[in-house]
């Protein structure tokens, strides 16, 4: 399968204060690897470490075949869907998804309108091409996001939070998008943060704050939609998973007033 990213002795932070230290994992090539964690314990600062946008307090990052996150920028050997998505408010989701073609490729715009409008095709987008990101629902802008992300046909995708914000059924459908995408294009995907992966199986395991404690491979079967989906591949996480547990008691207990 093969290493896309290698990451050793990473520290992260902000000047003198160090958020997470010793970190280490590997991700393979078309697999999907989760960053879980609560709010504020380090998962967006770890993910601008990856992606270049802050440099580490100690440690390497690595890209196979190109090196540190310096030299994968231009043009991008990777694509990232922030939390908010990110979207130009005052251009449509086509040209949100043409800019990164028009500014890294010679393709005439005849030919990157149709790569763009395959992109959103793939998220199911199309038909809202020309509509305003304001126009358009939060479920559907982080689609958009997606889409922009693949503009450039990137082997490796970073999405920062992308359930944030999405009501449970929403999320789910954006969970199974993603896990759609690793298996049809053969990409790999880093997600920080997405909660909602534990609904696919994978045990919340539990440790003290700020550490890495959990790196392995889970072979799930899953609900019916997903059965033929590939399961998550690594499970990273960098927080105690008690407030997770107690979170999702609360949704599912008809005695806490869940949904």
Not at 150 to 171: M, N, Q, R
Not at 215 to 225: K, N, Y
Request: charge should be negative; proline fraction near 8%; aromatic fraction near 6%.
């Amino acid at each position: 399968m093969g290493k896309v990213l290698q990451v050793r002795d990473l520290a992260i932070g902000y000047g003198q204060e160090v958020l997470l230290d010793e970190i280490a994992f590997d991700v393979q090539r078309g697999e999907v690897f989760a960053v879980l964690g609560g709010s504020g314990c380090g998962k967006s600062t770890l993910l601008r470490t990856l992606i270049g946008l802050q440099p580490p307090l100690q440690g390497r990052v690595h890209f196979t075949g190109i090196g540190p996150p310096a030299r994968a920028m231009e043009p991008p050997s990777f694509g990232v869907l922030f939390q908010s998505s990110a979207l130009f408010g005052s251009s449509t989701l086509l040209q949100n998804v043409l800019l990164p073609l028009q500014k890294w490729t010679d393709l005439p715009l005849e030919a990157a309108t149709a790569v763009a409008l395959g992109r959103l095709r793939l998220v199911g987008l199309e038909p809202f091409a020309h509509h305003l990101p304001a126009e358009v629902s939060g479920g559907m802008r982080k689609r958009a996001g997606i889409a922009r992300a693949l503009a450039l046909d990137p082997p490796i995708l970073f999405f920062d939070e992308p359930s944030a914000g999405l009501d449970p059924v929403t999320a789910a459908e954006l969970d199974e998008l993603i896990m759609t995408l690793s298996k049809g294009l053969a990409v790999t995907i880093v997600v920080e943060g997405s909660l909602s992966f534990l609904g696919l199986g994978v045990p919340p395991p539990t440790s003290s704050w700020g550490s890495m404690i959990a790196e392995g491979r889970e072979s799930l079967e899953v609900a019916p939609r997903l059965a033929f989906l590939p399961a998550i591949a690594m499970f990273l996480t960098v927080l105690s998973f008690n407030l997770v547990g107690d979170t999702l008691r609360a949704l599912t207990d008809p005695r806490q007033g869940a949904l």
